[in-house]
């Protein structure tokens, strides 16, 4: 099974940033997409940021464009999250999960298309 380890999740004050990091386990697929998402406390999981594995193509929620950033390294195989400009609506856990596609599409926010997932970083944005 796809193992995905989120870490630097912490406690920052609002206008800071961090920057989050999923490592994966080793794997060869030829079309996917890695998601970030984030669910805070009675909260629904939402969708924050995404991107697809041949195009390189991202996507971002509405609330965090503009300050938020995703990337990989395929080297690593690791994608990140780059959170900047954080405010407290920010605090919640954040998770990346990988969705196996069949074929090269842009990657969804949509939690329920993610095959596999981390177990998540806690983010806290308070003074």
């Known amino acids: 099974q796809l193992q995905l380890v989120e870490s630097g999740g912490g406690l920052v004050q609002p206008g800071g940033s961090l920057r989050l990091s999923c490592a994966a386990s080793?794997?060869?697929?030829?079309?996917?997409?890695i998601g970030w998402f984030r669910q805070a406390p009675g909260k629904e999981r939402e969708g924050v940021s995404c991107?697809?594995?041949?195009?390189?193509?991202?996507k971002y929620a509405d609330s965090v464009k503009g300050r938020f950033t995703i990337s990989r390294d395929n080297a690593k195989n690791t994608v990140y999250l780059q959170m900047n400009s954080l405010t407290p609506e920010d605090t919640a856990v954040y998770y990346c999960?990988?969705?196996?596609?069949?074929?090269?599409?842009?990657?969804?926010?949509?939690?329920?298309?993610?095959?596999?997932w981390g177990q998540g970083t806690q983010v806290t944005v308070s003074a």
């Open positions: 991107i697809s594995s041949s195009l390189g193509s991202t």
């Open positions: 080793e794997f060869t697929l030829d079309y996917y997409a």
């Open positions: 999960a990988v969705e196996i596609k069949t074929v090269q599409t842009l990657c969804v926010l949509r939690p329920r298309e993610y095959n596999y």
